[in-house]
């Protein structure tokens, strides 16, 4: 027999188990479907795609990819862009660190960046995927390296893909180059580069290969025209005076056409959209012809883009670097500027502070993406 307190206190639970048991059956209805819910994600079964991939929040985008595009392997794609990641840095002769530079670019234009140059999204403009990164099997051995990436870019697709690569340091465009000059059938490109360097360099502690001489060598190898060149931002500091003697405007060897930092600043930048039309209109006569744009993160100041191998003070604000590409591109939607493949290269995460690198340099590889969907989509209309 149950002392009195005790009595009440079951009669209390068995009333008030009257009350939830019926909850706790139809339990059985809905727990199915919120196990289903927790197992949806990145690496399971995926809840149904919002008509507006990038109204997903900035955090729960999932794995990321480059401006949260298709991942397609890029041997294997049949679109009109891969965009690809090239995660070697064994040709830096300063601060190592580049070869992380595509996986935090990507995330940062997942992340952060809204597809809207001008106006309109390149994704509009043509097929754009991730295209994955380059597999490097030896990045311990500086040519056998660069033998990998070359062969990646062989590929006779690339005559109808437009590849845009993430380094990586800037060894890595000459690679690139000798693969797509081979695929589009060997002609010479034109180039449009920006950096604070004209790595136009030769031999350097036993090696031709370093980040600080892939375009002289792309010259002398044909893959490049150097009348048909232009370098802009030029300014880095030199332990050899005659290091760019190559391509400098003071001894134009080679012919190519080289625009200081101090000289684009006062010539262009200052004299706002009409000077930066001005340039562009410029890059577009001397390139005259299919090109390829290379875009050193180090032509921004280091205020801006701290976060690379070899920061030279003095260098363009991000914002700059914007206005130039917007208007390459307008040359590009004019028909006066043909960029067929391009490259961003030298982010050294390790080195930078708060993202700032990454973000700039993810935002300002969609405005080149930008320049390559147009070239796309101009040669679709006329052939």
């Given at each position: 027999?149950?002392?009195r307190?005790a ?8 009333s008030?188990?009257?009350?939830w ?11 199915p ?5 927790f ?43 891969a ?6 840095d064994?040709?830096?002769?300063n ?24 106006g ?35 590929d ?8 845009l ?25 034109g ?40 370098q ?15 391509s ?22 200052r ?70 493949a391009?490259?961003?290269v030298?982010?050294?995460p ?22 390559l ?8 209309r006329?052939?």
């Amino acid at each position: 027999m149950l002392h009195r307190p005790a009595r009440r206190a079951a009669l209390a639970w068995r009333s008030a188990r009257r009350s939830w048991l019926p909850g706790m059956r139809a339990r059985q209805s809905w727990l199915p479907g919120m196990r289903a819910c927790f197992a949806t994600g990145p690496y399971g079964a995926q809840p149904p795609a919002l008509a507006l991939p990038n109204a997903t929040p900035r955090y729960a985008s999932g794995p990321a990819t480059f401006f949260r595009c298709k991942y397609e392997p890029w041997r294997e794609t049949e679109a009109d862009i891969a965009i690809v990641g090239v995660p070697f840095d064994g040709g830096v002769t300063n601060r190592p660190g580049a070869r992380h530079g595509p996986r935090r670019v990507r995330e940062a234009s997942a992340d952060h960046v809204r597809p809207l140059t001008r106006g309109r999204s390149p994704l509009e403009l043509a097929a754009c995927v991730d295209g994955g990164d380059v597999a490097v099997q030896r990045p311990y051995e500086l040519e056998g390296a660069h033998g990998e990436i070359e062969a990646a870019f062989r590929d006779t697709k690339f005559r109808d893909v437009a590849t845009l690569a993430v380094g990586g340091d800037h060894s890595v465009t000459l690679p690139i180059l000798r693969g797509i000059v081979h695929a589009r059938g060997g002609e010479p490109l034109g180039l449009v580069h920006l950096d604070a360097h004209c790595d136009t360099g030769d031999d350097y502690l036993g090696s031709r290969f370093h980040h600080g001489a892939p375009f002289k060598i792309a010259v002398d190898e044909g893959l490049l025209d150097p009348k048909r060149c232009v370098q802009l931002g030029i300014r880095g500091t030199l332990a050899a005076p005659d290091a760019w003697a190559f391509s400098t405007a003071s001894s134009p060897v080679s012919g190519m056409t080289v625009i200081p930092m101090d000289e684009l600043v006062e010539d262009y930048v200052r004299k706002g959209a009409t000077g930066i039309t001005a340039l562009a209109a410029k890059v577009a006569a001397v390139v005259a012809g299919p090109a390829y744009l290379s875009f050193d993160i180090d032509v921004l100041d280091p205020a801006f883009a701290p976060g690379t191998g070899t920061p030279e003070a003095g260098g363009l604000a991000t914002r700059e670097a914007q206005q130039i590409l917007r208007a390459l591109l307008g040359a590009a939607e004019q028909g006066a500027l043909d960029v067929v493949a391009a490259d961003l290269v030298e982010v050294a995460p390790p080195f930078d502070a708060a993202d700032m690198t990454s973000l700039a340099a993810a935002n300002l590889l969609h405005d080149i993406l930008a320049i390559l969907a147009t070239g796309v989509a101009r040669r679709r209309r006329t052939s």
